[in-house]
């Protein structure tokens, strides 16, 4: 839909404190990953200068994932803000119009906006009554999905228009909420419009219908997420790792009651050392929750059923020793490099080290609920993908990179050479 589908031309003074909405205008909200600022405007297209909205300019409110509003400074007709958030909401209740002159009845006029610096990062879940959410298509097409109050919300108008003004995407939501956007070149700007027949009163004043207008701007829809940096600098680690003497004497149903003990004793003291810093860490949010922290919980309780003492710090081998030094001295600047240590081993628990527990059950009887029983693994993922900020981005790759080489050494050990060649 554009301008003219939209709304009825009309005349509009320029110089009313509040615009009239026949210039079809919208709450816009865009984030700036460098500079760290929120910027909120009335504007027909983001690009464009924003309207001035008068005494309902106190109304506007930008809201952050933990729910806490985030302090506004007006800066000309625009409201800004600093915030290391790269996902930012924003609303406006616009209250109770009259445009019986133009054919459009009297309605309740709703405005939200989100504002993300990545697609990964589109997908954190603000809360908003109308929000919109976007990934990409293995075609490389930005999907959208419209959500009403948490539910797909079919038949919703999305529209995609230029820096001029110019409709350039026009399309109704399926039933589950999304559509295909036309491959993009640059940041995302898309809006949703959702009308409701459904009469009442706010703010004292009767109206026939609710009109509510959602809008999302991605600033680099090109951004590769922190999962795939992760994955691609892993290189073929986790081909080394399968190749290591601890994983062939696994599947060669080998392994000793023994070498079982030593390898979930070394693993004990790594996921310990992680979850302290994490539990500490006072970034929030961090994807570290009790579906990861079980973990840790599952491996003490197969330890103490299998009768293995709980490893204390002086049963750390050396290298072993020299990841928790390094795990322990990165948390003075953060808990990324931390985090980078458990993306490895809650990937290698959640995923492929199913396997092993099979092989390791099959032969010594003795069942591993860590390797069957850790979950969440998707929505951990997803969360990761929300981390944005270039440092923190490195220091979990620094992180995650020292836990493979840590790993693939350990698993080297003649200790963990097949039982048949070791007394």
């Given at each position: 839909m554009n301008c003219k589908t939209l709304l009825?031309?009309?005349?509009?003074?320029?110089?009313?404190?509040?615009?009239?909405?026949?210039?079809?205008?919208?709450?816009?909200?865009?984030l700036d990953s460098k500079t760290k600022t929120l910027a909120i405007g009335l504007q027909e297209v983001p690009a464009q200068e924003p309207l001035p909205l008068g005494e309902r300019a106190a109304l506007v409110r930008a809201l952050l994932p933990s729910g806490r509003v985030l302090d506004l400074k007006a800066d000309g007709n625009w409201f800004r803000a600093q915030t290391p958030e790269s996902c930012v909401g924003a609303n406006l209740d616009y209250g109770v119009i009259d445009r019986r002159d133009s054919g459009r009845g009297v309605f309740w006029l709703e405005y939200y906006a989100k504002a993300a610096t990545t697609l990964g990062s589109s997908q954190v879940k603000l809360g908003l009554p109308v929000e919109l959410f976007t990934t990409q298509r293995n075609d490389g097409s930005p999907m959208i999905t419209v959500?009403?109050?948490?539910?797909?919300?079919?038949g919703a108008d999305l529209v995609v228009e230029d820096a001029t003004g110019k409709t350039t995407f026009e399309r109704k939501t399926e039933a589950d909420g999304t559509a295909t956007l036309l491959t993009v070149q640059g940041p995302i700007a898309v809006r949703a419009l959702i009308t409701e027949n459904a009469p009442g009163t706010h703010?004292?004043?009767p109206y026939d219908l609710i009109r509510i207008y959602s809008t999302l701007t991605v600033q680099d829809p090109s951004a590769m997420p922190l999962t795939r940096l992760l994955r691609d600098s892993f290189g073929d680690m986790h081909d080394v790792?399968?190749?290591?003497?601890?994983?062939?004497?696994?599947?060669?149903?080998d392994l000793t009651k023994s070498q079982l003990e030593s390898h979930l004793a070394q693993r004990a003291l790594v996921n310990e050392a992680v979850d302290q810093v994490l539990r500490r860490a006072r970034v929030r949010p961090l994807p570290y929750g009790k579906p990861q922290r079980e973990v840790l919980s599952l491996r003490r309780d197969n330890?103490?059923?299998?009768?293995?003492?709980?490893?204390?710090?002086?049963?750390?081998?050396?290298?072993?020793?020299?990841l928790l030094s390094?795990?322990?001295?990165?948390?003075?600047?953060?808990?990324?490099?931390?985090?980078?240590?458990?993306?490895?081993?809650?990937?290698?628990i959640t995923h492929g080290g199913r396997d092993i527990g099979d092989a390791i059950d099959r032969r010594l009887k003795t069942?591993?609920?860590y390797y069957e029983e850790s979950a969440g693994y998707e929505e951990y993922a997803r969360q990761v993908d929300e981390i944005t900020d270039p440092e923190a981005e490195q220091e979990m790759i620094c992180g995650a990179d020292e836990a493979y080489r840590t790993i693939i050494a350990v698993n080297s050990l003649e200790v963990f050479g097949q039982a048949k060649s070791i007394s």
């Open positions: 009825t031309p009309c005349a509009c003074i320029a110089a009313l404190a509040i615009p009239s909405l026949c210039q079809a205008h919208f709450l816009w909200a865009s959500l009403r109050d948490g539910k797909p919300a079919a703010g004292g004043k790792v399968s190749r290591s003497a601890f994983i062939e004497t696994v599947m060669a149903g330890m103490r059923d299998n009768g293995f003492a709980r490893p204390g710090p002086s049963a750390a081998w050396p290298l072993t020793q020299a390094e795990i322990k001295e990165s948390a003075r600047k953060g808990p990324y490099f931390a985090l980078g240590v458990f993306h490895v081993y809650y990937g290698g069942h591993l609920t």
